[in-house]
């Protein structure tokens, strides 16, 4: 699995943005992240899963709850920042380049 | 369980419609007149971007109170081939001297006078290394979480 891509699409989705918010505040189960929101429990579950797998969030068994967290390394958010944000430079270097282009005689 | 996935490098490639000897030049002396404005680390706004042209040089932001905000510095300098940065800023979004991630930038002549200037950021796993320092404020905007509002912002803008 492209593990950028897959930090890119968990945060593309503004519902799993914002279980992220929430879980921002402190680690919850999955039925106090739903209460918060109009999604149903099912697809908070589900979208807590595309969050696991993307690196985004953790999870602990605590009796017979299952606790999420942020992931504090963070590396799946930061990653696909740091994807995008080169992306970004590289096309203002590019444009930089051929800007200072002009004028100059053609090779 | 929580598994633990090394992340991969990213990768970028553009083509330049210039020599390498002018992309080389441009990305690095004339580094600041591309860097994203908004891109700095420090208290007040960036008023300049410098990488300076040797092994050793300093990566880093002159701000507009004076000071200098360092984010790295240059590790390899191979003009116009190649330059290859230390990028020392970690997901808290603070310099840290410890933490050494490379961004490797090659310059590669291509048909017709364009060049091929292809960007690796490496090694970001160990931004994870930060130990409680990185995990006391990674809730805060200046940690990831701040970083992930940047780049939702990003992602609903219009394009």
């Known amino acids: 699995m492209d593990y950028g ?16 918010e929430r879980l921002s505040t402190r680690p919850m189960a999955v039925g106090e992240i739903a209460a ?10 589900q979208h807590l899963k595309v969050l696991k797998e993307a690196g ?5 068994q605590d009796g017979q709850r299952r606790i999420y967290a942020i992931d504090p390394k963070g590396l799946g958010a930061m990653r696909a920042w740091l994807d995008q944000f080169w992306d970004t430079a590289l096309e203002a ?5 051929e800007r200072r282009e002009e004028g100059d005689q053609d090779p | 369980m929580t598994t633990t996935i090394k ?11 210039a020599t390498p000897e002018r992309a080389f030049a441009v990305f690095t002396q004339r580094f600041d007149a591309w860097w994203p404005r908004s891109h700095s680390i420090g208290d007040a706004p960036l008023k300049e971007a410098v990488i300076e042209g040797r092994v050793g040089g300093r990566w880093f932001g002159r701000l507009e ?7 790295g510095e240059v590790l ?9 940065l230390a990028w020392r800023i970690g997901a808290n979004w603070q310099y840290d001297p410890d933490l050494l991630t490379e961004v490797e930038v090659t310059f590669t002549p291509e048909a017709g006078g364009a060049t091929r200037v292809e960007l690796e950021h490496r090694h970001l796993e160990r931004m994870g290394e930060g130990g409680e320092g ?22 609903d803008a219009p394009s």
């Open chain 1, 5 to 20: 891509s897959a930090a890119f699409a968990a945060i593309a989705d503004p519902t799993r943005r914002r279980v992220l």
């Open chain 2, 134 to 155: 990185m995990r006391a404020s990674f809730e805060s905007d200046g940690g990831w979480l701040g970083l992930l509002k940047l780049y939702a912002a990003l992602l």
């Open chain 2, 7 to 17: 992340p991969a490098p990213v990768k970028k490639s553009i083509s330049v419609s």
């Open chain 2, 76 to 84: 390899a300098w191979e003009p116009p081939s190649r330059v290859l």
């Open chain 2, 65 to 71: 109170n004076g000071t200098d905000a360092q984010w």
């Open chain 1, 36 to 45: 918060g929101m109009p999604v149903s429990r099912p697809a908070v579950s």
């Open chain 1, 93 to 97: 270097l590019k444009a930089e380049i």
């Open chain 1, 56 to 60: 985004l969030v953790s999870d602990r």
